[in-house]
C-alpha cells in the first residue's frame, strides 16, 4: 500500500474550471475504486473531509450533491490516474482536495493534498 499523489490544483475565478489528477499504484486495476474528499478551509480534523466523488470498480461514477453537475471524475487506466474535472467553479469549493484507493488499489493514509482556491 503507497499514499496516493494529488495535483493539479490552483487559484480560479468563481465560474472558471480546474482539472485534478490523483495517481497512485494500479489505479488503473480491474476491481480498483477511487473518492475524492474535500476538506475546507479552518476545519483541521480528517474526519471533517467531505466526500464528494468516487468511480467504482465497474467505472460508475458517484457525486455530493454539492458538486452534481459540475464535476466529473474519470479514470485512465494506463496511467493509473483518475481526474476530477471541475468546472463552473464556486467560491464555496475551495479547499484542499485528497484522494484515496479502494480494493485493489488500496491506499495507506492520505496524501499531500492539493490546494484548490476560488475566489469570487
Known amino acids: 500500500q503507497k499514499q496516493p499523489v494529488e495535483s493539479g490544483g490552483g487559484s480560479a475565478q468563481a465560474g472558471q474550471s480546474l482539472r485534478l489528477s490523483c495517481t497512485g499504484p494500479?489505479?488503473?486495476?480491474?476491481?480498483?475504486?477511487v473518492l475524492w474528499y474535500r476538506q475546507a478551509a479552518g476545519r483541521q480534523r480528517e474526519e471533517q473531509r467531505e466526500?464528494?466523488?468516487?468511480?467504482?470498480?465497474?467505472?460508475?461514477?458517484s457525486y455530493a450533491n454539492s458538486v452534481r453537475g459540475r464535476f466529473t471524475i474519470s479514470r485512465d487506466k494506463a496511467k493509473d490516474t483518475v481526474y476530477l474535472q471541475m468546472d463552473s467553479l464556486l467560491p464555496n469549493d475551495t479547499g484542499m482536495y485528497y484522494c484515496?484507493?479502494?480494493?485493489?488499489?488500496?491506499?495507506?493514509?492520505w496524501g499531500q493534498g492539493t490546494q484548490v482556491t476560488v475566489s469570487s
Open positions: 466526500w464528494i466523488s468516487s468511480i467504482n470498480t465497474l467505472d460508475v461514477a
Open positions: 484515496q484507493g479502494l480494493g485493489s488499489c488500496l491506499t495507506s493514509g
Open positions: 494500479s489505479f488503473g486495476a480491474a476491481g480498483c475504486g
